[in-house]
């Protein structure tokens, strides 16, 4: 920016106008497979080390469990480790 002028820059990929439609097609269906396998890898490795998130349901029997012991466990918004 020499002269004060913001010049447009292009980043990323350009794909020619002359680009096979076939191509596109196989492009996305090898990322889906691959987002697939990554998703099912990230969930093996939440399971094997025990990961949950914030909000996160429990297990559907622990959770009848809970409730069927009424509410003398009130554990809401309480961090225990």
């Known amino acids: ?3 004060g002028t913001a010049l447009p820059r292009h980043t990323g990929v350009r ?3 002359d680009f096979p439609a076939y191509s596109i097609q196989k492009i996305i269906e090898t990322l889906s497979q691959q987002l ?3 998703g099912k890898e ?3 490795f939440r399971e094997k080390h ?3 998130l ?3 349901d ?3 029997a622990a959770k009848e469990n809970s409730e069927g012991a009424g509410a003398k466990s009130s554990s809401a918004g309480v961090l225990v480790s």
Do not use: V, Y
């Open 58 to 60: 429990e297990k559907p």
């Open 36 to 38: 697939q396998a990554k």
């Open 50 to 52: 025990n990961i949950r």
């Open 54 to 56: 914030m909000g996160e």
């Open 42 to 44: 990230l969930n093996e």
């Open 1 to 3: 920016m020499p002269s």
């Open 15 to 17: 794909i020619p106008r």
